[in-house]
């Protein structure tokens, strides 16, 4: 399929980069939420355990193969 129309200004990323996921996950930082600011954007405040647990509760989670 060929794109019309304007053409994106960022490339899509390639992959993940896990060496940064795994570096992030072992400091155990707070995720930035200001609920003002992101109020439009964040369904939930990630930092809430509880509201974190409800969102997952009412979501669809599919799992699949990863194709390399």
Known sequence: MTQVGKKPTEPKPTGTDWARVKR????NVRVSFDPAADADRELYNPNDAAAVAAYRSGATIKRG???A
Do not use: I, P, R, T
């Not at 992030?24 to 400091?27: K, S, V």
């Open 65 to 67: 193969v990863v194709k």
């Open 24 to 27: 992030e996950a072992a400091q």
